[in-house]
């Protein structure tokens, strides 16, 4: 069982927009400005999409953004594109003793 | 351009050690910043096993901390983990990565190597 819970599907059509969501309590999500997001391909690696809750690495489309409230935090893809489609995974500061607590993913549709 | 490698045994033994070691190249690792073990089993989600600096201070996932050991070797740019008294539990994929800050943020990743746990 994973510390953060996320829905295990969501989906969209090309140019509309999904959320994800990233529940946890407030020893992780809602205690911190450190939840991250990744995108996940099958077969690669995992890549950083979002980090300290809104930012974005260099190189990441401005169609993802991040948000939080309270113990829940969320991933927002506008414009979805065919390519879009993966598993994404959050995660989240959990204090001195535990750095990184993950979800259990999100597969993202495109329909 | 940052790269790290990870390299090890594909097939360890149940009971024995797990030892990996990821090589970085394009960056210095006691230039900054901090790096790390993720691992992912067969179709389930990912799963931050542990960080270490270049110092040598670690930071241990509390469900692993008893059987996980990281380390550095500043002169070989390159970072290990070993996971004793493995199970068929430990059968994944791990990554190392180079973690950006406190909060285990991983921006570069390895390729990712499979390790099976099986007699």
């Known amino acids: 069982q994973s510390a953060l819970t996320q829905p295990p599907s969501a989906s969209g059509s090309p140019g509309q927009s999904v959320t994800i969501s990233c529940t946890g309590t407030?020893?992780?999500?809602?205690?911190?400005?450190?939840v991250s997001w990744y995108q996940q391909h099958p077969g690669k690696a995992p890549k950083l999409m979002i980090y300290?809750?809104?930012k974005r690495p260099s190189g990441v489309p401005d169609r993802f953004s991040g948000s939080k409230s309270g113990n829940t935090a969320s991933l927002t893809v506008s414009g979805l594109q065919t390519e879009d489609e993966a598993d994404y995974y959050c995660?989240?500061?959990?204090?001195?003793?535990?750095?990184?607590?993950f979800g259990g993913g999100t597969k993202l549709t495109v329909l | 351009q940052v790269q790290l490698q990870e390299s090890g045994p594909g097939l360890v033994k149940p009971s024995e050690t797990l030892s990996l070691t990821c090589a970085v190249s394009?960056?210095?690792?006691?230039?900054?910043?901090?790096w790390g073990w993720v691992r992912q089993p067969p179709g389930k989600g990912l799963e931050w096993i542990a960080t270490?600096?270049?110092?040598?201070?670690?930071d241990y996932n509390p469900s692993l901390k008893s059987r996980v050991k990281i380390s550095v070797e500043t002169s070989r740019n390159q970072f290990s983990l070993k996971v004793n008294s493995v199970t068929a539990a430990d059968t994944a994929v791990y990554y190392c990565?180079?973690?950006?800050?406190?909060?285990?943020?991983?921006?570069?990743w390895g390729q990712g190597t499979l390790v099976t746990v099986s007699s």
């Open positions: 300290d809750v809104t």
């Open positions: 270490i600096h270049h110092s040598g201070s670690a």
């Open positions: 990565a180079r973690d950006i800050q406190v909060s285990a943020t991983f921006d570069y």
């Open positions: 394009g960056y210095s690792i006691i230039s900054n910043y901090y």
């Open positions: 995660s989240s500061y959990a204090g001195t003793n535990n750095r990184g607590v």
């Open positions: 407030s020893s992780d999500v809602g205690g911190y400005e450190y």
